[in-house]
């Protein structure tokens, strides 16, 4: 639809007849489509449950975890009354959850499907989601790190089942590291330093890059350094994501970039996969699941990476979280039972996370899951790393109060819009923090939320 | 989707006033045999035209009401809010700042590829050209490619790191040129957007050039005019309303302007989620989750659409005759 925006202006003569006439036969086959009896539910299709008369149950998932499949497969092995049939689709932010919306909105949205923590509350806004504990799902609480549970709950509703968690850590080329003799920074102003020493030295290498385009990166690193965005105090949000520690982190990125000191460019783009390939980025601060990233798209530098905990502020050691999701269940869900049952083995059983481990790159929700071999073996790709002892140790340091706001979305285009400012030179980091606060404000308030600045 | 629309009222007007007119002799014989032949359409159109114009005015009308915390199945209400919405949009600042800047694309890129068809086509059309045939398809290849296409290409080469154009003018001393800074991404479209159209304008210009009776050109030459000649004193004039035909469908477009910024905003953060209006209702719509205020800046926008469209048709006619 979005080409027929803009095609339409361009070629609308020619193109009016052939819209009607494929809308003449589009019409033909629905017809056709009528008449042939006998429901066969076709895989892949962006309806709901479909049930045949033997009491088999049919429901569709929406995902786009690398070899969730394996998962689904080993479900539908051991359940056959309870088929899932599995939608691979394109990650959230690209347009999954653009779709999802749409489809809540016209009540067609799939049984079940794949949310991270930070759109979950635009869910649950939305009254999207079913509430779980309806259908057991407080018996599997305990199996989860606490603070993934309190994301997904609100009150004594639950609207979703932790999957995965994003710990982050400091992925650096040990080899580069040690040919410009530079020490792994243990604290940022070590970051910083190792900034200036580089590309003193060398003017095409960076530190890192700074992606203006990826606000959940920054609100890793702002979680690290303390920062509390929403809170909520009885019926009111109280937004502050100008908060103290937010500016600072702000302040300190802002200071890399005026310095030319890191790379502006947009992360998950074909550029930066080549700058984290050939050598101009040393470093990518990120969360666990990064390591996936690096192994798909930086194939040559293997052997190469290895994994730090994240630089600290100052002497107390912390860390924050990117990213991470769960498993929801759609308001249009004609088996909700059937389907938190799916959500529920799918994130808890250990043959399930072993595989989401070791084909999608997850680091699991799952408490029992995280002692799993698979969560716990070195990385060919890492040097024989055993990287997930790292993140399971700085997983602890995670601050487990932060708390997402109710229209995530929003406030993360308008911090995006906002950083795409300040790196095109018109204004600041620190500023556009202040810019995007007072925006999330008021459009919090003409929605009619109940809202407040910390 | 509700821009597409301008351009029918003629045909509308011509299916409901037509069997029925008043005061036609024979009025009987018409009966439902006329109707049953406009069926087709009028059910057509109907579906697939006024209805959808319709529910996105009707969207327009409406708004969803937030109370307490906004969690949780019943804390939402949509409600009537009448031009509420319509409002916001007029005093919506990142929507008059994408119109400016479709405006300023426009008054530039039109004209600059209005020119560039103009004369591809008129050498296309005179003699004195060879491989007629593939030039005119050459020209006019860019605009089968899809335009979400079109851009990934040009993304390619535009991209600091990978564009040979990039690393050509470094080696050649003309410095590092940035296709996608603040102030350059804006002519980058530009530049993708000319390259899809031009040949497309070009078959329109060169249709009617093809259309002018060959005996004006010979009388000209019998006069003595030149190819030169021949070209500003008869063909341009002649082919007056394929310009303007193709002045309208460039300003339609420009507005709508969307697929080419949504595909670089991929590899460059100087693409605003609202850079041009087409865009902004799209964000509304799919990642605000507001689509009631996506459906009224989708009105607004296709009402100025069509009065940019028929102002500019009626100047070009009034400076017609004077």
Known sequence: ?454 | MVADHKQTPVAAAAATAGPAAPGRPRRRRAGWAPAMFLAPFGVLFALFFLLPIGYAVYQSLLKVHVSGLGLGPSSTTTVFAGFANYTQVFSDSSFWQGVGRVLLFGVVQIPVMLAFATVLALLVDSAAIRFRRFFRLAFFLPYGIPGVIAAILWSFLYLPGLSPIVATLQHTGFGTVNFLGANTTLWSIANIVTWEYTGYNMLIIYAGLQAIPTDLYESARLDGASEWKVATRIKLPMVTGALVLTGIFSIIGTLQLFSEPQVLRAITSNISSSYTPNLLAYTQAFTDNNPNYAAAIAVVLAAGTFILSFGFLKLVQRRGAA
């Not at chain 1, 359940?79 to 009540?107: C, R, W």
């Not at chain 1, 799939?110 to 407080?138: C, M, R, W």
């Not at chain 1, 699941?289 to 107390?316: F, H, I, Q």
């Not at chain 1, 601050?399 to 795409?420: E, H, L, R, V, Y």
Request: aromatic share 12%.
């Open chain 1, 1 to 454: 639809m979005t080409s027929l925006i803009h095609n339409a202006g361009r070629r609308p003569r020619f193109r009016r007849k052939l819209l009607l006439a494929a809308g003449a036969a589009a019409a033909g086959i629905l017809a056709l489509a009528a008449c042939s009896s006998g429901a066969t539910p076709t895989s892949g299709s962006t309806s709901s449950s479909t049930s045949s008369s033997s009491g088999k149950v049919t429901l569709t998932f929406w995902s786009w975890v690398p070899g969730i499949a394996t998962s689904v497969n080993l479900w539908n092995k051991t359940h056959p009354d309870i088929q899932v049939n599995l939608d691979e689709t394109t990650s959230g932010n690209a347009g999954t959850y653009a779709k999802m919306f749409s489809a809540l909105q016209a009540g067609n949205a799939p049984d079940l499907g794949q949310v991270e923590y930070a759109t979950l509350p635009n869910f649950e806004h939305v009254g999207g989601v079913i509430d779980l504990s309806k259908y057991g799902a407080d018996s599997v609480k305990s199996d989860f790190v606490p603070w993934t549970w309190s994301q997904v709950s609100q009150g004594s509703a639950v609207y979703a089942i932790p999957q995965d968690t994003g710990p982050m850590g400091l992925f650096y080329r040990a080899d580069l590291f040690q040919k410009y003799g530079l020490a792994v920074p243990t604290t940022w102003a070590q970051f910083l330093s190792d900034a200036e020493k580089v590309h003193a030295a060398h003017p095409s290498v960076y530190i890192a890059a700074f992606p203006a385009n990826d606000a959940q990166w920054f609100a890793g690193l702002a979680w690290q350094a303390g920062a509390q965005w929403f809170t909520t105090s009885g019926d009111t949000w109280v937004a502050g994501i100008d908060d103290s520690a937010s500016t600072e982190v702000a302040n300190f990125w802002q200071q890399l970039i005026s310095d030319h000191l890191v790379k502006v460019e947009p992360d998950f783009a074909t550029e930066w996969y080549k700058d984290l390939s050939d050598g101009t980025l040393l470093t990518w601060p990120t969360a666990v699941w990064g390591e996936n990233t690096l192994v798909t798209n930086a194939a040559s530098t293997k052997g190469d990476w290895r994994v730090a905990p994240m630089p600290n502020w100052g002497s107390t050691k912390s860390n924050g979280n990117w990213g991470g999701s769960t498993t929801v269940v759609f308001k249009d869900s004609k088996y909700p039972a059937e389907a938190a049952q799916f959500a529920e083995w799918l994130n808890t059983n250990q043959q399930s996370i072993t595989s989401l481990i070791s084909n999608g790159g997850l680091y699991p929700a799952d408490l029992a899951g995280q002692q799993l071999p698979a969560a716990n073996s070195p990385v060919a790709f890492y040097g024989g790393q055993n990287i997930w002892s790292v993140f399971r140790a700085n997983g602890q340091l995670v601050n487990t109060s932060f708390q997402w706001g109710p229209i995530m979305s929003t406030t993360f285009t308008q911090m995006q819009d906002g950083f795409g400012k300040a790196t095109g030179g018109s204004s600041t980091l620190a500023q556009q923090l202040t810019t995007t606060q007072s925006e999330t404000v008021s459009s919090m308030k003409s929605q009619g939320f109940s809202v407040t600045s910390g």
